[in-house]
């Protein structure tokens, strides 16, 4: 014992410093503990998230482990030892509080703290939390008394139960009614410890990384520029009909941000300014109700870029945002807000990986569904760490139709349970509401959606009428195809027009018949090209030159593009409803006594088997009914025909492996994880293309990226240049060696993979026609 008293122990050691310079364990616990308890305090959970974090590296107290970061100092390539240092704490919670939940709870934060939350039960691989810790040799309760005759780690060990009830639910009757989202508690209290592990171990191993994070304004700050912004903007518009009415929609939002935490359906038609008026709803609110964040999230990463435009520098014009950089004269700002993609979060999860990762900590995020909803549903520590920073905060879901219907089971009651727990106002934001409340679907498939949603707007119906800006021309004979050609010849009859198809194959298919001088748009573009494609069009309609664009359904929402003539290939209400959003925006035609015109027709070929079928089904069925008025009693129609032929809204058996054992605390996190894939990355990954921009290019970024690997700021700057494609042209533009792996991250390699205008090619000179899918 008293040779244990002049005896150190180490978390973290530092490549040729001596001992002294190290990490020292006990420093580490307590530092990580605090700051879980910090992180967990605001739903009530703070002693869970102390004790987590006081027992997540007692398996570094192990011999084995320090004699290996003592070799690990002087010798280049060191492999870990085989013990799992993560196990050690969950052995003491199953052992000290087996005869309570609290057992099991702390076992999964402690045990996939580095590794990812766990099962409970065996998985397909043989392996499950109880077969890990008890049943599999990795570790056994020998190497736990081992470490607990050491001073440091008795006093750790020698705690009491936490006190605080899981969600404040104290008796049976109220764990009946709320115990479907423990799981999510547990990710919560799971998010706080990697958060603070993390942030921890960032400000001894890299602490000029540690010091760029957190130097945000408040929103108290953010709130005032954004009022000084409006106010301005709104003095400055035209008075017309329509500016009169988002002025309105406008007004309304920001009163209505008084109204207490809840669920809020803002329900405005495209053009009728959502994205700001929103903003105002919310920012009104987290001020009022002392909410840390703002969080936006937007199906498509097209939208992402030119929302997040809006909120950094008042416009997504960019001659206007060169104007505001020059006269530094922003909305929000860049230091404000942050957008996190999906498409670039590195194959391998090195330690610089993970520092690279974004924790949400920035007062406003725009994001994909697919971050934020495969996060609230993951079992990865990367994906995790930001969820704490979800909760007091606001969400806004843009364009809320486009949420997967296979996914819809386990999306709405994640949403209500951050709503009934962790303190988060909601609004469900679009044009074209679905049907999210009561029962959603049919038979077996029928499920209950949210609970006691409120619309922001008093007057949305009449809204309709306000903003009837086109005429919308349906085939009478819906069965009736038109060939490429014919659709090229009759758009070449335009000056201005804009065609919107369903597939990236039917885009280059269409494009490829018209005059060279036609603009193609689609995923196949970085961000940064379409960012300059969408502008160039912008500024070709203001000057009324001629202008033919074909695009996927990209430009559907969140695109300020206003042309005269809009031609949709039939696909679901909602996305020709978003296509007519494109045409006559400003109703500048109306002042003319004219409409614009959107016209849909039928493809040469039916959309692939699956929910673009679904889609146009649902409209079919909706039109044959005689329903010609396209206000929200058409919608809430479609949605209902939509939904009533989906037959699964839990693909990733939610409710088997997250809901029918919670009492017991039983999940399958890690097995339920692995099948939640919004965007399915058996079909899709993103690629980092060489494009060199008008304003900023991805080489410079590239050649820093293999030099010193990646930190937050350098991988959000490279999202502006990575293509998503599917997953066999991915393994086939790997073997033929266009593209190469650097810190985990696809870059292009060789020239010709990339061609501006047209995008990323499955080969040099020709479209893929069987690669190249939605």
């Known amino acids: 014992m008293k040779k244990e008293n002049f005896c150190e122990y180490y978390a973290h050691s530092l490549k040729n410093q001596p001992s002294k310079e190290w990490h020292k364990l006990d420093e580490h616990l307590k530092s990580v503990a605090k700051k879980a308890e910090e992180f967990a305090n605001f739903f009530s959970s703070g002693d869970w998230a102390y004790l987590a974090g006081l027992w997540h590296d007692l398996g570094k107290y192990l011999t084995e482990w320090q004699d290996y970061l003592k070799r690990a100092t002087s010798q280049e390539d060191i492999v870990r030892p085989s013990v799992n240092h993560s196990t050690v704490g969950a052995v003491v919670s199953l052992s000290k509080f087996k005869q309570f939940p609290a057992g099991k709870i702390l076992s999964y934060i402690v045990a996939g703290h580095h590794t990812g939350l766990p099962d409970w039960y065996q998985d397909v691989s043989g392996r499950g939390l109880v077969n890990r810790v008890f049943q599999n040799n990795t570790l056994d309760l020998r190497e736990l008394q081992q470490i607990e005759k050491i001073s440091e780690v008795k006093e750790k060990i020698e705690v009491s139960l936490p006190q ?15 115990s479907e989202h423990f799981h999510l508690w547990i990710r919560m209290l799971f998010s706080c410890l990697v958060d ?30 954004f009022n000084s912004f409006m106010e301005r903007k709104l003095k400055n518009v035209l008075d017309t009909p329509i500016n009169r009415s988002r002025k309105n929609i406008y007004n309304q939002c920001k009163e209505k941000g008084n109204l207490p935490s809840g669920i809020y359906s803002l329900t405005v038609p495209t053009g009728g300014g959502k994205t700001l008026s929103s903003m105002a709803f919310a920012l009104t609110h987290a001020i009022k109700y002392k909410k840390k964040r703002i969080i936006v999230a ?12 809006v909120y950094k520098y008042g416009t997504d014009d960019e001659k206007e945002i060169k104007e505001a950089k020059k006269q530094k004269n922003f909305l929000f700002g860049e230091d404000a807000v942050l957008e996190h993609h999906s498409n670039i979060d590195p194959d391998k999860e090195t330690y610089q990986n993970k520092l690279a990762m974004e924790n949400w900590d920035a007062p406003i995020i725009v994001t994909t569904n697919v971050q934020l909803f495969e996060s609230l549903l993951a079992s990865k520590t990367s994906l995790c760490r930001k969820l704490h920073n979800i909760s007091n905060s606001v969400i806004i879901l843009d364009e809320a139709q486009m949420l997967p219907p296979e996914y819809l089971k386990p999306i709405l009651s994640v949403l209500q349970g951050l709503v009934n727990h962790f303190g988060v106002t909601l609004i469900i934001c679009t044009a074209t509401q679905p049907v999210f409340v009561g029962n959603i679907g049919r038979r077996q498939a029928r499920f209950e959606g949210l609970k006691d949603v409120k619309e922001i707007m008093e007057n949305h119906n009449e809204l309709d009428e306000v903003f009837h800006r086109v005429k919308i021309s349906i085939p009478d004979d819906l069965t009736e195809r038109k060939e490429w050609k014919d659709i090229a010849e009759e758009l070449t009859e ?26 193609h748009l689609s995923a196949n573009m970085c961000g940064e090209e379409r960012s300059e494609v969408i502008f160039d069009v912008k500024s070709r309609l203001k000057e009324g030159k001629e202008i033919r664009v074909i695009s996927t359904q990209l430009v559907e929402a969140g695109v300020d593009i206003d042309f005269p003539v809009v031609y949709r290939a039939l696909t679901g209400i909602d996305s020709i409803a978003q296509s007519a959003g494109r045409c006559n925006r400003e109703g500048k ?45 058409l919608y809430s129609k479609y949605f209902k025909f939509f939904y009533s032929s989906i037959n699964n809204f839990d693909k990733p058996k939610f409710y088997d492996r997250l809901i029918r054992e919670n009492n017991e605390f039983n999940f399958q996190f890690r097995t339920f994880a692995q099948d939640v894939k919004l965007i399915d990355d058996t079909t899709h990954k993103g690629i980092i293309v060489w494009y060199k921009g008008r304003e900023r290019g991805s080489f410079e970024l590239i050649e820093y990226l293999g030099k010193n690997g990646p930190n937050f700021k350098l991988i959000r700057q490279l999202q502006r240049f990575v293509v998503n494609v599917p997953l066999r042209l991915f393994d086939q533009l790997a073997r033929e060696e266009y593209i190469e792996e650097i810190h985990g991250y696809w870059v292009q390699k060789c020239d010709g993979l990339y061609k501006p205008g047209i995008g990323l090619l499955s080969d040099t000179t020709k479209w893929n026609k069987e690669l190249f899918i939605v």
């Open 164 to 178: 605080s009830a899981p969600l404040k639910i104290s008796n049976q009757e109220e764990r009946n009614g709320y």
């Open 196 to 225: 603070a592990d993390f942030l921890d171990t960032e400000s001894f191993m890299s602490p000029q990384q540690a010091q760029e994070r957190g130097h945000y304004p408040s929103l108290k700050e953010l709130s005032d520029r």
């Open 298 to 309: 937007i199906p498509y990463t097209s939208i992402i870029e030119q929302n997040a435009k």
């Open 494 to 519: 335009y000056k201005q027009v804009l065609c919107v198809v369903n597939t990236r194959q039917d885009c280059g298919d269409l494009h490829s018949l018209m005059p060279i001088e036609t603009v």
């Open 589 to 633: 035609l109306n002042l003319k006594n004219q409409l614009g015109q959107v016209l849909v027709f039928q493809p040469p070929k039916s959309s692939p088997v699956g929910l673009l079928r679904k889609g146009e089904d649902a409209t079919k069925s909706v039109f044959n009914m005689g329903l010609e008025n396209w206000n929200t009693e």
